[in-house]
């Protein structure tokens, strides 16, 4: 054996080893680290998904019938109420064959009354009066065709929105199904999104919403979930969501790409600690906790993850303290002083290090 080792043991075994210059400053030596003290609160379960913002109601306006545009008394990109005409065609040989029918109405209504009474007197049969009878139902059933057809040369909003751009202008031969304009209802918007179909259970029509829209510097909306998916799809095993946002404001626009978050639950206690406490080894995920001023390597499971902070849901209390800055020179049972983080005065807490002392390195 070494002679400075059996030196070192009889010193040892004698109880002098504290007089060995440097031995006792070598044990009682602390590494400085940032901790947080962890304290139950309740926690939000939210889900958040991407979305388009989609108008409550849209169409595009088209023709029935083929006619030239005489009139268009509307402003592009104004607001138009349910009825309002919005195209006129010309309407002059609709009119002259309605008017056509109007009046052969009121003969055979004539005829019809004449040959009624002629039997009532026994001078006539009650064929020619069922024949009249008979005219007379077709001829009502023409002059509806022709009321029909002529109410079809004005074109009228089916709901009150806004009017996009015509793509017709005054004089314009319109044929049945062209496209003239668009119109949108959007006093309420549509937020339609997928969730996995996990969270089945945990979603009810009625769930409030949270609409984040990036157009609008991040802006957040109220809105609630309204419809949910009769079916799950089979390629991405998700819900088909659809919600609805107010927008009285007009501030919201179709097609605006969005970001949505629907709170499924509430946890009444929840444990969070900083991300940078989390310390990951192969498959495991670890925390220091100070324990006794000494870090205590600890296994822990991991719940929901918040900006910044992450839920443990096992290995660790309420109170616990574990370290969120420094772990790269810690071990499993490295004593510590708390210099930083909200743990300061928790436990074994000395003055920060002045300029130029060590700098505390995140082990995650």
């Given amino acids: 054996m070494p002679i400075r080792s059996s030196i070192l043991l009889a010193l040892a075994a004698l109880g002098m080893v504290a007089a060995i210059p440097g031995a006792s400053a070598q044990q009682g030596r602390k590494v400085p680290v940032e ?82 009474m002629l039997f009532t007197q026994g001078a006539g049969t009650e064929r020619v009066r069922d024949e ?6 077709m001829a009502a059933a023409r002059r509806a065709m022709a009321a029909e057809r002529l109410a079809y040369t004005r074109i009228r909003a089916p709901f009150a929105g806004l009017i996009g751009f015509r793509t017709v202008s005054i004089g314009a031969y319109a044929k049945a199904g ?36 990036d157009a ?67 498959d495991k995920r670890l925390v220091y906790k100070v324990v006794g001023g000494n870090a205590v390597l600890t296994e822990v499971e991991l719940g929901l993850r918040r900006a910044g902070k992450v839920e443990v849901t096992k290995g660790l209390a309420d109170g616990d303290i574990v370290v969120s800055a420094g772990q790269l020179k810690l071990r499993d049972g490295t004593g510590v002083a708390i210099v930083g983080g909200d743990a300061v005065g928790a436990e074994n807490t000395v003055s920060a290090p002045p300029d130029g002392a060590q700098k505390l390195d995140n082990g995650t």
């Fill in 178 to 213: 062209d496209d003239l304009a668009e119109l949108v209802a959007i006093d309420l918007m549509k937020v339609s999104f997928d969730v996995p179909e996990r969270y089945l259970s945990a979603i009810s029509r009625g769930q409030k919403v949270e609409v984040i829209v």
């Fill in 35 to 116: 901790a947080s003290v962890i304290v139950a609160a309740p926690l939000e379960v939210t889900l958040t998904a991407a979305a388009e913002l989609t108008a409550d109601e849209s169409v595009v306006l088209r023709s029935q019938i083929d006619g030239r545009i005489v009139e268009i008394p509307f402003t592009e990109g104004t607001r138009v109420e349910k009825g309002d005409i919005l195209f006129v065609l010309d309407d002059g040989l609709l009119a002259a064959q309605h008017a056509e029918a109007d009046a052969a109405l009121k003969l055979a209504m004539q005829n019809a009354e004449r040959a009624k």
């Fill in 216 to 282: 609008l510097a991040g802006e957040a909306f109220g809105g609630e979930l309204a419809t949910i998916a009769p079916r799950v799809t089979a390629a991405g095993r998700s819900l088909r969501l659809r919600a609805t946002v107010d927008n009285t404001s007009g501030r919201l626009r179709p097609g605006l790409f969005a970001r949505v978050n629907l709170q499924i639950a509430e946890r009444a206690q929840a444990l969070l600690v900083p991300e940078s406490a989390i310390v990951p080894q192969a």
């Fill in 132 to 137: 009249s009878e008979a005219n007379v139902r």
